[in-house]
Structure formats: structure tokens, C-alpha cells
């Protein structure tokens, strides 16, 4: 191993070992989220009493199992809750060591840096959710592909196949048991094989082969069947306790169907169309500029980016038009297509064009799948009326890779020291017959020299604000409602002195018998977690009955005034102000130098507020 090698592989082995501590340090000091919580309450009922029945709601059965399983290691609590996420979360990293040869060695470093500093990776990996689990699962998947696509290259057949079969197979059937949106992934997955099928022209004497049992088309055929048995085989063990029940199946893929377009047709969490592409630029702005113009570098498409670029813009006019048209002219609003087809649809369409080309055009499909993996994964959640912050990470893994596979390659070729190297490359490619003046040389290595030290400067200005960003979320504004990729269901860090008052006021009456009474209902996916060992609390408790418990929670809003009523009555007790989540409707207005840099709003966020009034014993 040569002195630059030993360089790489120990900034590799340093990275991961950071992105450990990153996710591992001070896991439990955040609140539990909305979400977290009961999630977290479901776990703990079957760890504790053997209780599970799926819900879509709170998507598949895999977490909650092997969670359950980590409490009995190391008990229930915040951090063991955590614990998996952000093990998983670091642990990816990894995965890039087999995709080495396909993104480069300084590639494999610069993706190993934006997953271990992403703020949206870190955050989630700090969160206990199913989402990073399903990017692990993902990159997971992806990396059976390669190595099964090169042990397919080869003459002679593999059995080592079956077993990146095998673990593909059970990384897809976990995903599909974690969260809902592994269908989607399924759906993104199927059409790719099909415009594969298209590329290499498999369909022509399809037929022909099979009748004369053609070794190759078997072999693919029962190692396609191979697959579908794992998968099925998995998903049921885990849905239905069962070997294969399809009955069971069938149920739990017609319930998460058809609540989840329930979801989308209601439009319960709905957003605009650029809520994904927003959260991207804000956070991971290098990942974004670098992954687009990685798309571009490896499908082939810098040859004509003049062109593409041309017609891209050129749609773009024209739908901003068809847009701008009703405005003006109302009457003819109902007959344009803007009128009727979705905006994500509409702006994304001629991206998803883009890769449904590249995987038919491409030399290099490896970058293909990459592209259309990301083009697909932002369409479809952009167009789904599901918006939640974490659901940006689909897009956003494919793009880490093809961004840092760009970048790895655009530094090698910043090489000072490689000033042949630069004369060629552009003597080739400008077809400049003054290049081949050596008298010019001298000249046009200072110009190489001067861009490759602007684009260095540039990528590391890049960089540190992307860092600055993600040590900014996590680390210091981890409950602030004016960070994006904090949900509203986030509760502010006080509601922890709130959670500490509770359990210091028990500790002075029966401990985890003490008695309290709650009167607002909507606290309650928070108690159910964090009073998870408490056996006598009252659940929604009218304000008008009789409030003498040493511990009353009660519902602040500025119409009733409930806490205000309750202390009239009271004797002895004090006062804890705090509330279960807050929040801030964004306007165009707040996207200002001090919102970008520091998150300031020119308003305090909006909150759901609670009362304790306690009554100390001493």
C-alpha cells in the first residue's frame, strides 16, 4: 500500500469512526418526537407484553421487533430506542467499499464524508423513525445488484449469485416491512429492469430461447423466481408468523394500499410540489449542485448540455406560461393542462424523461440507474400529498453518490501536478490548433491551475457551510421550528423540565403510583411513552370534576383559558408552563441572509401549550 492509499483508506476508517460518535454522542438528550413517541409506546408494549397488530398509520412490523429486542439488552429508554438508527445510519457507510470501484477511491471518501455529515442523514439517524433504516436497506439492495450484475458478466456461472440473491431479496422484503413507501421503491425497481429489458433487446427470440432451454435465460429465470420466493418468504414471516400465507399478505398490502392513497387523496400533509428540492438546497447544497452536474458528466450528456439545456428551459417558459395564462384569462383556465395535471408532474416531467434516457442511452448504467434512481424517487414524493421532512432522504441517497463520484473525479483532474495531463485533455476536447503552440503551454497550465484552485476554494466554502449546517441542526437547534427538517410534531426542549418535574413530584408521593390527572387528550401520545411505568394516571379527566391528584396537566389556549379556571381551584400547587410542540407557517418573506445563515425569524413559532400544576410534599 503506497503513502497515498494508507492516506485515503485512513481518512475512511476516521470518517466512520466519527460518524459513529456524531450519531452516538448525547443520542438521548433531544426530546422524543411526536411520532418517536409512539412509535416508541408501541415497541414497548411488545417488549413488554407481547402485543403487536399492525397499522399502517405507524407503518410495518421489523422495527418495532428488532427494538423490542434491544430493550431486552439494554432496557427501555431513549437512547436504546435510538440506538439502532444511529448504528444503522453509520454503519451504511460501509456499503460504499463494494461501489469503490465504480465511484473511485476519492470517491468512496467524499461519500463517506456527506453521509457521516448530512444534516438530513444525521439528524434521522438521531431519530427514531423507519427512515433510515430504509436508506441502510436501500444501499444495501444496491450493492447486491453490482455485485450480482459482475458475478453475471462473467462466462461462468456463479452459485455466489444466489447469495447476493438471497440478501436482496430479504434487504427488499425488510423494507417493505418497515415502512409503506418500500412499494414504491418496488414499483422504481420494476420499471428499471423493464427499460433494461428494452436496452439490451432481451425480448428479441425470447420465445426461441426457452423452447431450446437456452442455459442462460433459465438460469436468470429461476434465479428470478429464486428471488420472489425469498422475498415472499420474508414479508410473511414478518406480517403474518406464517411461512407463506398469502391470505395474510394480501391483507397487509391491501390495508397499507389503500390507507396511504386515503392519505394522498385527502391530502393530510400536503405541500408544494419543490418541498423535497427546498430542503435539499437549504441542507445539502454541494450534494445538490455536484449530483446534478454529476448526472450530466456521467450519462453522456456533456456533449450536448447546450442543447438539453436548451429544451429543458424552454419547457420550463412555456409552463410557466400555461401557469400565468389563467390569471389573465380565466375562462380558458379549465381547458389548459395545468389546470388539471399535478405541478410536480407538470415541472418534473421532462427530468423523468431525462432518466428514463439515460438508463436506454447510457454507457455507464451504473451512473444511469443513480440518475433515474433520484429523478423517479423526487417525482414521485413531490407529486405525493405526504409531505414530511424525512421522506427527503429517498432522493437525496442517490444523489450523495453521484455527487462524490463527480467530485472525486473533477479533484483528481485539479491536479496541479498534472500539467500534461491538462494540455491534452484540452487540446483534445477544444480543438484548438494554438494549444499544440508549445510556446503556449506555460499559459494555459496558469489557467487550468486558476480554475482547479477556484473550484477547490469553491468546494470547500461548500463543505464547511454544509457542516456549519448539520452541527447547527443537531447539535444546537435540534427543537427549532425554524429548521425545515424539524417537523411541527417536535416537541421544544423545555417540554424535558416539564417531563423532570413530573418525575420529581412522583418521587415525593408512590413514585410510579402516584396519581395523575390529565386533562387535554392530545398530550397523550407523549405520556404514553414517557409515562410508560406509571400505573395511575387518569385519562382524560374533565376540568370540572375533582382535581386533587399531585400531578394535573391541563390544556393552555388563548379562547379557554382552562388553566387559568383549574388554579382558581387549586390550593398548594404551583405552576410549570410548557407545550408538546411548536411550529412556523414559512412565508417567501423569511428567506433572508440571517434565516439562511442562522435560522432567525422575525416572529416567535407558534405552540401547542400545557400546564402542570404540582404540589410538592416537601
Given at each position: 500500500?503506497?503513502?497515498?492509499?494508507?492516506?485515503?483508506?485512513?481518512?475512511?476508517?476516521?470518517?466512520?469512526?466519527?460518524a459513529?460518535?456524531?450519531?452516538?454522542?448525547r443520542?438521548?438528550?433531544r426530546?422524543?418526537h411526536?411520532?418517536?413517541?409512539?412509535v416508541?409506546?408501541?415497541?414497548?408494549?411488545?417488549?413488554?407484553?407481547?402485543?403487536?397488530?399492525y397499522?399502517?398509520?405507524?407503518?410495518?412490523?421489523?422495527?418495532?421487533?428488532?427494538?423490542?429486542?434491544?430493550?431486552?439488552?439494554?432496557?427501555?429508554s431513549?437512547?436504546?430506542?435510538?440506538?439502532?438508527?444511529a448504528?444503522?445510519?453509520?454503519?451504511?457507510?460501509?456499503?460504499?467499499?463494494?461501489?469503490?470501484?465504480?465511484?473511485?477511491?476519492?470517491?468512496?471518501?467524499?461519500?463517506?464524508?456527506f453521509?457521516?455529515?448530512?444534516?438530513?442523514?444525521?439528524?434521522?439517524?438521531?431519530?427514531?423513525?423507519e427512515?433510515?433504516?430504509?436508506?441502510?436497506?436501500?444501499?444495501?439492495m444496491?450493492?447486491?445488484?453490482?455485485k450480482?450484475?459482475?458475478?453475471y458478466?462473467?462466462?461462468?456461472?456463479?452459485i455466489v449469485?444466489?447469495?447476493?440473491?438471497?440478501?436482496?431479496a430479504?434487504?427488499?422484503?425488510?423494507?417493505?416491512?418497515?415502512?409503506?413507501?418500500?412499494?414504491?421503491?418496488?414499483?422504481?425497481?420494476?420499471?428499471?429492469l423493464?427499460?433494461v429489458?428494452?436496452?439490451?433487446?432481451?425480448?428479441?427470440?425470447?420465445?426461441?430461447k426457452?423452447?431450446?432451454?437456452?442455459k442462460?435465460?433459465?438460469?436468470?429465470?429461476?434465479?428470478?423466481?429464486f428471488?420472489i420466493?425469498?422475498?415472499?418468504?420474508?414479508?410473511?414471516?414478518?406480517?403474518?408468523?406464517?411461512?407463506?400465507?398469502?391470505?395474510?399478505?394480501?391483507?397487509?398490502?391491501?390495508?397499507a394500499?389503500?390507507?396511504?392513497?386515503?392519505m394522498?387523496?385527502?391530502?393530510?400533509?400536503?405541500?408544494p410540489?419543490?418541498?423535497?428540492?427546498?430542503i435539499?438546497?437549504?441542507?445539502?447544497?454541494?450534494?445538490?449542485?455536484?449530483g446534478?452536474?454529476?448526472?450530466?458528466?456521467?450519462?453522456?450528456?456533456?456533449?450536448?448540455k447546450?442543447?438539453?439545456?436548451?429544451?429543458?428551459?424552454?419547457?420550463?417558459?412555456?409552463?410557466?406560461?400555461l401557469y400565468?395564462i389563467?390569471?389573465?384569462?380565466p375562462?380558458?383556465?379549465?381547458?389548459?393542462?395545468t389546470?388539471?395535471?399535478?405541478s410536480s408532474?407538470?415541472?418534473?416531467f421532462?427530468?423523468l424523461?431525462?432518466?428514463?434516457i439515460?438508463?436506454?442511452?447510457?454507457?455507464?448504467?451504473?451512473?444511469?440507474f443513480?440518475?433515474?434512481?433520484?429523478?423517479?424517487?423526487?417525482?414521485?414524493?413531490?407529486?405525493i400529498?405526504?409531505?414530511?421532512?424525512?421522506?427527503?432522504?429517498n432522493?437525496?441517497?442517490?444523489?450523495?453518490?453521484?455527487?462524490a463520484?463527480?467530485?472525486?473525479?473533477?479533484?483528481?483532474?485539479?491536479n496541479?501536478?498534472?500539467?500534461?495531463?491538462?494540455?491534452r485533455?484540452?487540446?483534445t476536447?477544444?480543438?484548438?490548433?494554438?494549444?499544440?503552440?508549445?510556446?503556449?503551454?506555460?499559459?494555459?497550465?496558469?489557467?487550468?491551475?486558476?480554475?482547479?484552485?477556484a473550484?477547490?476554494?469553491?468546494?470547500?466554502?461548500?463543505?464547511?457551510?454544509?457542516?456549519?449546517?448539520?452541527?447547527?441542526?443537531?447539535?444546537?437547534?435540534?427543537?427549532?421550528?425554524?429548521?425545515?427538517?424539524?417537523?411541527a410534531?417536535q416537541?421544544?426542549?423545555?417540554?424535558s423540565?416539564?417531563?423532570?418535574?413530573i418525575?420529581?413530584?412522583?418521587?415525593?408521593?408512590?413514585?410510579?403510583?402516584?396519581?395523575?390527572?390529565?386533562?387535554?387528550?392530545?398530550?397523550?401520545?407523549?405520556?404514553?411513552?414517557y409515562?410508560?411505568?406509571?400505573?395511575?394516571?387518569?385519562?382524560?379527566?374533565?376540568?370540572?370534576?375533582?382535581?386533587?391528584?399531585?400531578?394535573?396537566?391541563?390544556?393552555?389556549?388563548d379562547?379557554?383559558?382552562?388553566?387559568?379556571?383549574?388554579?382558581?381551584?387549586?390550593?398548594?400547587?404551583?405552576r410549570?408552563?410548557?407545550?408538546?410542540?411548536?411550529?412556523h407557517?414559512?412565508?417567501?418573506?423569511d428567506?433572508?441572509?440571517?434565516?439562511?445563515?442562522?435560522?432567525?425569524?422575525?416572529?416567535?413559532?407558534?405552540?401547542?401549550?400545557?400546564?402542570?400544576?404540582?404540589?410538592?410534599?416537601?
Open positions: 500500500m503506497n503513502k497515498k492509499n494508507f492516506a485515503l483508506y485512513l481518512g475512511f476508517i476516521l470518517i466512520i469512526a466519527l459513529f460518535f456524531l450519531r452516538l454522542y443520542l438521548d438528550e426530546v422524543f411526536h411520532d418517536e413517541a409512539a416508541g409506546y408501541f415497541t414497548y408494549k411488545l417488549f413488554n407484553d407481547g402485543i403487536y397488530s397499522d399502517p398509520s405507524f407503518h410495518g412490523p421489523f422495527m418495532y421487533y428488532v427494538t423490542a429486542w434491544i430493550f431486552r439488552l439494554f432496557g427501555d431513549d437512547y436504546s430506542a435510538r440506538l439502532l438508527p448504528l444503522l445510519g453509520a454503519a451504511m457507510i460501509f456499503l460504499l467499499v463494494p461501489l469503490r470501484r465504480y465511484i473511485g477511491d476519492l470517491g468512496m471518501i467524499i461519500a463517506a464524508f453521509l457521516a455529515f448530512s444534516p438530513s442523514f444525521l439528524y434521522y439517524s438521531r431519530f427514531y423513525r427512515d433510515i433504516f430504509i436508506a441502510f436497506f436501500s444501499m444495501l444496491l450493492v447486491c445488484a453490482v450480482y450484475a459482475e458475478k458478466a462473467t462466462e461462468k456461472y456463479s449469485r444466489l447469495f447476493y440473491l438471497f440478501l436482496g430479504s434487504a427488499l422484503a425488510i423494507m417493505a416491512a418497515l415502512k409503506e413507501n418500500a412499494y414504491i421503491a418496488m414499483a422504481i425497481i420494476a420499471f428499471f423493464l427499460l429489458f428494452i436496452r439490451e433487446r432481451a425480448y428479441k427470440d425470447l420465445a426461441g426457452f423452447r431450446r432451454l437456452d442462460k435465460v433459465l438460469f436468470i429465470t429461476g434465479e428470478g423466481l428471488f420466493l425469498v422475498f415472499l418468504v420474508v414479508f410473511s414471516l414478518f406480517y403474518t408468523g406464517k411461512l407463506l400465507d398469502f391470505h395474510g399478505m394480501y391483507a397487509a398490502f391491501e390495508k394500499i389503500s390507507h396511504w392513497y386515503e394522498h387523496r385527502i391530502q393530510r400533509i400536503g405541500g410540489y419543490f418541498f423535497y428540492l427546498s435539499i438546497a437549504l441542507y445539502e447544497l454541494p450534494i445538490l449542485i455536484f446534478v452536474l454529476g448526472m450530466a458528466y456521467h450519462c453522456g450528456c456533456e456533449t450536448k447546450e442543447t438539453l439545456l436548451t429544451i429543458l428551459l424552454s419547457y420550463w417558459v412555456a409552463a410557466d406560461i400565468l389563467p390569471g389573465y384569462y375562462a380558458l383556465g379549465r381547458f389548459l393542462p389546470s388539471y395535471i399535478p408532474i407538470v415541472v418534473f421532462p427530468l424523461i431525462l432518466g428514463f439515460a438508463v436506454l442511452k447510457s454507457r455507464n448504467l451504473f451512473f444511469a443513480l440518475t433515474y434512481w433520484a429523478m423517479t424517487n423526487l417525482i414521485a414524493y413531490s407529486y400529498q405526504e409531505k414530511v421532512p424525512w421522506l427527503v432522504m432522493p437525496l441517497l442517490p444523489l450523495v453518490i453521484i455527487a463520484a463527480y467530485m472525486g473525479e473533477l479533484i483528481s483532474l485539479i496541479l501536478s498534472k500539467k500534461d495531463e491538462y494540455l485533455v484540452y487540446q476536447r477544444l480543438k484548438f490548433d494554438s494549444l499544440m503552440n508549445p510556446s503556449k503551454n506555460d499559459w494555459y497550465s496558469w489557467v487550468h491551475q486558476t480554475r482547479g484552485i473550484a477547490i476554494i469553491f468546494i470547500v466554502m461548500l463543505s464547511a457551510f454544509f457542516v456549519y449546517s448539520s452541527v447547527n441542526l443537531n447539535y444546537y437547534k435540534y427543537t427549532n421550528p425554524a429548521e425545515p427538517l424539524i417537523q410534531a416537541p421544544p426542549q423545555k417540554f423540565l416539564f417531563l423532570a418535574k418525575n420529581e413530584i412522583s418521587s415525593q408521593y408512590q413514585n410510579r403510583s402516584t396519581e395523575i390527572q390529565l386533562t387535554d387528550g392530545e398530550i397523550e401520545t407523549q405520556f404514553l411513552w409515562m410508560r411505568h406509571f400505573n395511575n394516571i387518569k385519562w382524560r379527566a374533565s376540568i370540572d370534576s375533582e382535581l386533587t391528584a399531585p400531578l394535573i396537566v391541563v390544556h393552555d389556549s379562547e379557554k383559558h382552562e388553566p387559568d379556571i383549574v388554579q382558581q381551584r387549586l390550593s398548594g400547587y404551583q410549570l408552563d410548557s407545550a408538546k410542540m411548536s411550529w407557517f414559512f412565508k417567501p418573506s428567506i433572508t441572509l440571517d434565516y439562511l445563515l442562522y435560522r432567525k425569524m422575525d416572529r416567535e413559532p407558534g405552540e401547542y401549550r400545557v400546564v402542570l400544576f404540582y404540589k410538592p410534599r416537601y
